[in-house]
């Protein structure tokens, strides 16, 4: 059972942010990133209040900007989803998941090493140029559903 809700529109859009995201790092470098948007639309927590779509995570805004650069900045976002990127984000939708983005809601990459935390969240994991950050103990029971 998937842990989202989701369409076959849902399936392109964070295919298309997969991709943009994560491109370089393969097709496990984006599962990963598709892990963190699922964990963002299944959790209810943090900066996740109220976030229930594939469409309200991958356009969250915060601070001004996007949350993910991609929407603003990537050509390869506004391209059309590819079957493969569709195969892994309906692999991320039903339910597959994995270390180090596991757990985690956030990830950047950074011009140096991972940090030990970003934003007060501890490291998780690193995956090639992609840190990934879980909640801190206690904040977001709901990721770990």
Not at 42 to 65: E, H, M, P, W
Request: charged share 20%.
């Amino acid at each position: 059972m998937p842990r989202v809700k989701y369409t076959d529109s849902d399936v392109a859009l964070m295919a298309r942010m997969m991709r943009a995201e994560a491109v370089s790092e393969g097709k496990q470098g984006m599962l990963y990133v598709g892990n963190v948007i699922v964990n963002r639309t299944a959790s209810d927590c943090l900066d996740f209040k109220d976030l229930r779509t594939i469409s309200d995570v991958i356009y969250q805004v915060q601070g001004g900007n996007y949350s993910f650069e991609a929407v603003q900045k990537g050509n390869l976002f506004y391209n059309r989803a590819r079957s493969a990127e569709k195969r892994l984000a309906e692999k991320n939708l039903k339910f597959w998941r994995q270390f180090p983005a596991k757990y985690s809601l956030w990830y950047f990459n950074p011009s140096g090493a991972c940090p030990s935390t970003w934003f007060g969240q501890p490291f998780a994991g690193q995956f090639k140029n992609h840190c990934y950050y879980e909640p801190q103990a206690n904040t977001c029971a709901s990721v770990y559903r």
